[in-house]
């Protein structure tokens, strides 16, 4: 989807619907609300839907929904299996969690990448202005030296030990996942490599990192685009169902195994794929959460295809 985004918002909250006319108008789409899904018309290019209001990820929803474009749900919780299992229907690939409103800044952001198809980089989720650090990483040597990096930025920037201690974990899956398994997965292979060669077979990834005092943000990018939303959902509802994280090898190859550790860590997950080309996820921390505050699951999660965009 790109051009001029047409948003039906389906929503009887008073409250939400003014947080979606803000949001959405600095977006520069035209807003129009309904009180249901049988409101949306053929027109609309973005639907956003009240989930708790509307069960927007129930069946009769997502068929009367069924059209390609792009559908925001807010609301819900990634920790609900309905949540999870709605997110395989077609052009729903952005969930917000959460009782009060969603946040405006993410809000613009979605709608913005959805309307221009600029789908790439973590600056896109920071303030204005911020310095990003940037390193290509090709080599195991070079991967341990660059969680040192990250780790020492993210105590730098506030964050506390319990958060250090889930970037360096994030960096470090993402890392392995963007070396190791992407390539494997672009050729249709399982990642079932002895680790005494894991440095000869490595494929180069690009890390990047930046804080801008509210969030503190990491992204991993690989040059093979194989990631896709299916094997996002596969992993969460796996891992939902084995109370943790998912047992023995991935089958398909791909961010496999810590697909779910790393949802499970992060604020906000986004995974932004040029199919046969290009993935990059990005994972936010909120540096105001305190350890005890933390989630169980991600607060949000948003799956943008180049290909398809929404």
């Known amino acids: 989807m790109s051009g001029v985004v047409r948003a039906v918002c389906v929503t009887r909250s008073v409250a939400l619907r003014r947080a979606l006319r803000r949001s959405l108008h600095a977006a520069g789409a035209a807003v129009e609300f309904v009180d249901d899904v049988g409101g949306v018309g053929a027109d609309a290019t973005l639907v956003v839907i009240d989930g708790p209001t509307h069960d927007a990820l129930a069946a009769p929803a997502r068929a009367a929904l069924a059209s390609g474009r792009a559908m925001i749900v807010v609301g819900v919780s990634l920790g609900d299996d309905g949540a999870v299992d709605g997110l395989r229907a077609d052009g729903c690939n952005h969930v917000i969690t959460g009782d009060d409103e969603p946040d405006d800044a993410e809000l613009v952001v979605t709608s913005g990448k959805l309307a221009s198809g600029d789908i790439f ?66 050729r249709g292979e399982a990642p079932q490599l002895p ?39 596969d992993h969460l509802q796996r891992a939902r169902a084995e109370r943790g994280r998912p047992r023995g090898t991935s089958e398909a190859g791909g961010a496999g195994l810590g697909l779910y550790f790393i949802v499970s860590s992060v604020t906000r997950f986004i995974a932004n794929v040029d199919p046969g080309h290009r993935t990059e996820v990005i994972g936010l921390f909120d540096l105001r959460q305190a350890g005890r505050d933390g989630d169980a699951c991600a607060r949000s999660l948003h799956v943008f295809a180049r290909a398809s965009v929404g």
């Open 195 to 233: 680790a005494d060669v894991l440095e000869r077979v490595a494929a180069p990834a690009r890390l990047r990192w930046a804080s801008d005092g509210r969030h503190f943000a990491v992204s991993v990018e690989d040059r093979f685009g194989a990631l896709v939303k299916g094997a996002i959902v």
């Open 121 to 186: 980089g973590l600056e896109k989720y920071l303030a204005w202005g911020v310095r990003v650090s940037d390193l290509e990483i090709a080599s195991y040597e070079e991967k341990r030296a660059a969680l040192i990096a990250v780790t020492a930025s993210a105590r730098d920037a506030g964050a506390r030990r319990p958060m250090v201690a889930r970037v360096e974990s994030v960096v470090d899956e993402l890392l392995m996942n963007a070396m190791y398994d992407a390539p494997a997965a672009a």
